[in-house]
């Protein structure tokens, strides 16, 4: 047996991957109500984004709470907000885990936060691109989404993340966006853009 086998959920007993099927709702909601994922930055100055976001949306809950069996084993959480941290909190960066977390858990939000004085404005794309090769003689350009490499306006750089979330395969379409600026002094958050599909959008 490969080590730490026993503690894959496929390999336990009760598991069943029909939990999973697309007219199903997903058996992970049962233990942990996740709905919400936010984007930001990994900055620790704009931990509180997450809080700040659960706190404008009214009816969230962060950071929750662990729940635990007679036992004393973690089986679940009362969280419902999940938090995805990158350089400069692109869209780009997330998307994964956005398609990873819809699966498990079926994501109805998906928020996009950009903050103040994030690292990512200090620089454009091409010179990344350029230090980058002067230093590690190696070629980042084609790998990468050229907008999602840095920041130049707060203002387009969050409505391109949110439309790169509407555009891609990795979000379904009926998942409600939206995206946030939020001032990392002051700690106030205000809503940029929002996409919200009409009722009854496929998915």
């Given at each position: 047996?490969?080590?730490?086998?026993?503690?894959?959920?496929?390999?336990?007993?009760?598991?069943?991957?029909s939990w999973f099927a697309p007219d199903s709702t997903s058996r992970?909601?049962?233990?942990?109500?996740?709905?919400?994922?936010?984007?930001?930055?990994?900055?620790?100055?704009?931990?509180?984004?997450?809080?700040?976001?659960?706190?404008?949306?009214?009816?969230?809950?962060?950071?929750?709470?662990?729940?635990?069996?007679?036992?004393?084993?973690r089986v679940g959480n009362t969280r419902t907000l999940f938090a995805?941290?990158?350089?400069?909190?692109?869209?780009?960066?997330?998307?994964?885990?956005?398609?990873?977390?819809?699966?498990?858990?079926?994501?109805?939000?998906?928020?996009?936060?950009?903050?103040?004085?994030?690292?990512?404005?200090?620089?454009?794309?091409?010179?990344?691109?350029?230090?980058?090769?002067?230093?590690?003689?190696?070629?980042?350009?084609?790998?990468?989404?050229?907008?999602?490499?840095?920041?130049?306006?707060?203002?387009?750089?969050?409505?391109?993340?949110?439309?790169?979330?509407?555009?891609?395969?990795?979000?379904?379409?009926?998942?409600?966006?939206?995206?946030?600026?939020?001032?990392?002094?002051?700690?106030?958050?205000?809503?940029?853009?929002?996409?919200?599909?009409?009722?009854?959008?496929?998915?």
């Amino acid at each position: 047996m490969t080590k730490y086998t026993e503690y894959e959920f496929r390999t336990q007993p009760w598991f069943d991957e029909s939990w999973f099927a697309p007219d199903s709702t997903s058996r992970f909601s049962q233990f942990i109500p996740m709905k919400t994922i936010v984007i930001h930055c990994f900055d620790p100055r704009a931990s509180e984004i997450p809080q700040a976001v659960a706190d404008y949306l009214g009816d969230e809950v962060y950071p929750g709470e662990n729940i635990l069996d007679e036992a004393g084993n973690r089986v679940g959480n009362t969280r419902t907000l999940f938090a995805v941290s990158n350089a400069g909190g692109r869209a780009v960066g997330a998307l994964q885990s956005v398609a990873t977390m819809d699966y498990l858990f079926r994501v109805q939000n998906v928020v996009v936060v950009h903050h103040s004085f994030c690292g990512a404005t200090a620089f454009t794309p091409d010179t990344l691109i350029g230090e980058f090769h002067d230093h590690h003689h190696a070629e980042i350009g084609e790998i990468f989404d050229h907008d999602s490499l840095a920041i130049g306006h707060f203002e387009d750089s969050i409505r391109h993340d949110v439309k790169l979330l509407r555009e891609s395969n990795a979000v379904p379409k009926n998942v409600k966006l939206y995206g946030f600026f939020y001032e990392i002094n002051s700690g106030k958050l205000t809503e940029v853009v929002r996409d919200v599909p009409a009722s009854g959008a496929s998915q």
